[in-house]
């Protein structure tokens, strides 16, 4: 063995004795395939486990209002985030011409009610006059026929008995005429003029209201209590010379009816339930924060860069004026709390053969030891234990098996030669 070689093997044999001498000399045995790890004590504490996604402010009451006809906008009588009553007027349209028809149409309905007024008023008295013609002819045919009982009963001559006869049939004929008078004030003539009367006045008042609608409808009044969101529209200009083509003349909200909408992908859908507690922040320079529970999960899937996605509305409780609609807002829903839960950091928690594991020191070895364990929530950074750990363990962090010192380690000796070293 030439000198060179000597040399080499020497300083190979000193690489090897300090190697040892590091890392089981002076450990000991336990420092045996050990990781450059660090470790964490499983801790008990309370975890709650969140979903977090990013929405937009929408509007569980927005009204966007428009008038039902095109006319001139005479005025406007509310501004953008003004807060209205249900009930208030906020524009009006140009009512001249509806107001000339209004008014032709009350005159067709008062000259109608004029003309069967009076109508009613000629027949009447003419019924009156006739009637009391009637009573007085009666009186006089009672007075004849009791005038020819006692002028027959005290035997007067036939020229008398003749004459009241005469009397008393001349007093029949005029009660039948009067009677036919009578009745004919009130036959089919009657009837149908009080009918054609009457349904001018019906169709003059359906006109009024007709007309009155149109003009209520030059109005736009607010559904609800509320707060103006925009107004699409100018004073003087057509109804329909809207500023923008994709909205409505004006707009109302009821801000207390504030909500986000986020999409949760399919994965995630299953553990989001109405009624939980949802965090909620704005990207406004308020940086607002607000709290809100889920409202509702639409089952009707939308499909968004290939990832099927579920919308699910959040309200908001105590909404406020820096909520405006179509904002962006983050949220964080909590879907599930547990308490006194045994806690490891997330990086403690391993896969093995396709079981949950977490890496601890053996106590008689030093060695690492692969535990099945149980898992439950999870957060960002903790992970809940529900079996195979206790609280007090100490766990391996980032424990990767493919980084252990365990293992040959192989060293040139020289001349091609490899000397390997087990660790």
Known sequence: MNKKVIIISVVVVIVIAVLYFLFFGRFGSSRRGQFLTSTATATS??????????????????????????????????????????GQLLASEDPTALNSQLQSAYDAYNQAK???????????????????NLSQLESQLAAAQSQLQSDTSTNQSSLTISGD????????????????????????????????????????????????????????????????????????????ALTSATTSFISVIDPSTAEVMVDVDEYDINSIKSGQQVSISLNNSAGSTYT?????????AVTISNVVNYPVYISI??????????MSANVSITTGTVSNAVLVPNSAVSSLNGKSVVYTKSSSTG??????????????????IVSGISVGDVVLLNYNTSTSLTGNIKLPVGGGLVRNLKL
């Open 367 to 384: 060695r690492p030891v692969a535990v099945d364990v149980v898992t439950g929530l999870s957060n960002s950074t903790y992970t809940q």
């Open 317 to 326: 409780q105590n909404p406020d004026s820096n909520l405006l609609n179509g």
């Open 45 to 86: 504490g309370n975890l709650n486990s969140t979903y977090s996604a990013t929405g937009n402010i929408t509007y569980g009451s927005m009204y966007n209002l428009d008038f039902s006809s095109i006319g001139k906008v005479t005025s406007i009588n509310v501004g953008v985030n003004q807060t209205v009553k249900k």
């Open 165 to 240: 006869n005469q009397k008393i049939s001349s007093l029949q004929s005029q009660i039948a005429s009067l009677n036919l008078q009578i009745s004919q004030l009130t036959d089919s003539t009657y009837t149908d003029n009080v009918n054609s009367d009457n349904y001018s006045i019906e169709a003059a008042y359906e006109s009024i209201q007709s007309i009155q609608n149109s003009i209520n409808n030059l109005n736009i009044y607010s559904p609800i209590n509320g707060v103006v969101e925009y107004i699409n529209g100018q004073v003087g200009l057509d109804s329909n």
């Open 114 to 132: 004029i003309r069967l007024s009076q109508y009613e008023t000629q027949v009447s008295d003419q019924s009156s006059t006739l009637n009391l």
């Open 292 to 300: 809100g529970t889920v409202s509702s999960i639409v089952n009707s």
